[in-house]
């Protein structure tokens, strides 16, 4: 059969290629799976904000904010994605692990997530009033701390911004009467 069209494969695939169309899906598949636990808070009445940790390729921990329902103030998505990763690796590290969530990571999230020596963290939405990763600090870049965490933000930021906006909306509205 005589091809018709032309297709350039473009240059060959190497070490130093850019990230693969492949992991890009997964990425937003990732992020797609935090948002869903994002939408499982404001099903609870929480402000809608999900996380999951992946490690070789897997979601071994995943979680909302649940602060009001448990009545925890340390209840964040990541918190609670961080413990449940934990408790199903067996260990208190989850080396090599990326953490996806809906929002830029709390001094306190940080924390954790440093303690916990992530490799990676994807957030969709800086969030300017808490954000200890780029807006009110860069934490996890902190090169005085034994350890440092890559970022990366903007995945799925729409979707993200949308809900929150959505939830505050609502909650305005409700107050409003
Ligand atoms: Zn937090």
Same mark, same amino acid.
């Given at each position: 059969?005589?091809? @018709?069209?032309?297709?350039?494969?473009?240059?060959?695939?190497?070490?130093?290629? #850019?990230?693969?169309? %492949?992991?890009?899906?997964?990425?937003? +598949?990732?992020?797609?799976?935090?948002? &869903?636990?994002?939408?499982?808070?404001? /099903?609870?009445?929480?402000? #809608?904000?999900?996380?999951? $940790?992946? *490690?070789?390729? =897997?979601?071994?921990? %995943?979680?909302?904010?649940?602060? %009001?329902?448990?009545?925890? #103030?340390?209840?964040?998505?990541?918190?609670? +994605? *961080? %413990?449940?990763?934990?408790?199903?690796?067996?260990?208190? =590290?989850?080396?090599?692990?990326?953490?996806?969530?809906?929002?830029? #990571?709390?001094?306190?999230?940080?924390?954790?997530?440093?303690?916990?020596?992530?490799? =990676? $963290? @994807?957030?969709? !939405?800086? &969030?300017?009033?808490?954000? +200890?990763?780029?807006?009110?600090?860069?934490?996890?870049?902190?090169?005085? *701390?034994?350890?440092? !965490?890559?970022?990366?933000?903007?995945?799925? +930021?729409?979707?993200?911004?949308? *809900?929150?906006?959505?939830?505050?909306? =609502?909650? /305005?509205?409700?107050? /409003?009467?």
């Amino acid at each position: 059969m005589k091809a @018709v069209v032309s297709i350039d494969p473009g240059p060959p695939s190497d070490a130093t290629a #850019p990230l693969e169309p %492949r992991s890009v899906n997964s990425a937003r +598949a990732f992020m797609g799976c935090a948002l &869903d636990e994002a939408r499982a808070a404001e /099903r609870e009445d929480e402000v #809608p904000v999900g996380a999951v $940790v992946v *490690l070789d390729g =897997r979601i071994v921990g %995943r979680g909302h904010n649940r602060t %009001r329902g448990a009545c925890d #103030p340390t209840a964040h998505a990541e918190i609670v +994605a *961080l %413990r449940q990763a934990a408790l199903e690796v067996g260990a208190q =590290r989850l080396v090599g692990a990326t953490v996806y969530t809906t929002v830029e #990571p709390c001094f306190m999230c940080a924390g954790a997530l440093l303690h916990a020596r992530v490799e =990676r $963290v @994807v957030w969709a !939405v800086r &969030d300017p009033k808490f954000g +200890a990763c780029a807006s009110l600090g860069q934490v996890l870049g902190d090169e005085r *701390l034994n350890h440092q !965490v890559e970022i990366e933000e903007g995945l799925c +930021a729409d979707e993200a911004r949308e *809900l929150l906006q959505q939830f505050f909306e =609502r909650k /305005r509205a409700a107050a /409003r009467g």
